[in-house]
């Protein structure tokens, strides 16, 4: 079963903050998220293996509650070069 991502779509200004939470009806085991730019390949963010882990790096990073079966990506301070699409993936126990 493929994780449910909310919002499903959002505009950002530059500086703004944003928040994107993964979250899956089964438990999940490990979370994985991406950014693809327009036209070109998706590239590796981080992946989360256990719950409570938080990672991070730049103002860009994901935290893994594994109570809630949720994961959520955390952009601060937005600049021009974090556009793209954020998506996440998951493996379900």
């Known amino acids: 079963q493929q994780p449910v991502q909310s919002p499903q779509a959002m505009i950002l200004r530059e500086g703004e903050d944003a928040v994107v939470n993964c979250s899956s009806s089964k438990a999940l085991y490990s979370v994985h998220w991406y950014r693809q730019k327009h036209g070109e390949a998706p590239i590796f963010l981080m992946i989360l293996l ?22 959520s ?3 601060m301070a937005s600049q021009l070069s ?12």
Request: proline fraction near 0%; hydrophobic fraction near 20%.
């Open 50 to 71: 256990k719950g409570g882990e938080q990672k991070g790096h730049d103002k860009i990073s994901a935290s893994f509650n594994e109570k809630k079966q949720q994961s």
């Open 73 to 75: 990506l955390y952009l």
């Open 82 to 93: 974090y556009s793209g699409t954020y998506f996440c993936g998951a493996e379900t126990q």
